[in-house]
């Protein structure tokens, strides 16, 4: 057995490290919400119930207007995925075989989607400290690319690039005609979020991923979407299996998309429990990412190794 492609399900992680299932765990392999779904969706559930008899609506029209009112776009730059794995495995498709620039470190599913479809990958590796990306230093292999994926804030670290960083780096990939896909699954949790979004009705080379199975803690239902151009949607749109979102997923999107308090709450606890720990993680000596959302990287000192960390700790 490997170790596992990615954090929850901690199963495979005992069982990888050969080591008894604990009846009480904390899951730190996963970046969700940590006060659950907003309690509105338990108290919907049971009426919901009626909604899986039937096929889901295939266009998911009531989300989809509600993403309208929120992002302050047109319906035809907007396209629901079943999470926003979906919508990164649908991006590499439309990339299929081309040059895919990646900033790293990042999120492992950009390079494994990229690498299904065919992709040819440049690994543009940030230098660890501040993780800070220079548009200056990138600049020049846009030329070369026709794609490059950033996450903001990115994962792992939390580093939040600013708007104006971002528009920078924009307006470099239209000059090159070089498409940037911005993914924003943890955009909500920053405390001041930063988005590109509302440039997607004026550069047709964006794409916007969101998910709200971090936020609104609805992994196990899958939902997100994506913001660009007509023209990308319509071809996305194109690759979508037909009721690719499920009835309750479409049901319950609608309650987290008016769940402002539960979103200000969970910020607001998200930054008071972030800076003391890490605060007091930096006391221990550790080195810890300037992270601005609900996990960091932690850099390892001495003599210690990750599995002595995961086993000892
Ligand atoms: C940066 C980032 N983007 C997208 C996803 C996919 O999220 P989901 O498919 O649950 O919406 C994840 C999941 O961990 C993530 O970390």
Redesign the pocket.
Known sequence: MSWPL?GSNPQYIYQFLQLPKQEKIIDFSV?INPFGPPPVIRKKWPEWHAAIADYPDPYGKDLVGMVVEKEQLPSSSILLGN????L?ALVARFFAGKRVLLIQPT?S?YERMCHAYGCEMTNFTLTEGDWRLSVAEVEPLLKTHDVMFL?NPN?PTGILYSEAELINLIKACEKHQCYLVV?E??YDFVEKPVTIAPRCETHPHLMV?R?L??MYAI?GL???YMLADTRVIEQLKGYQAHWNMNALALLAGQECLKAHEYVTYTKNDITTERNRVTGELSKMGYIISDSEVNFYLLRIQNEMTSYHFFVFY
């Not at 999470?83 to 979906?86: R, V």
């Open positions: 990615h970046n999470g926003g794995a979906e990164i999120f599913e996450c994962n993914d699954a943890f991923i998910s199975t971090k992994a899958r939902l997100g």
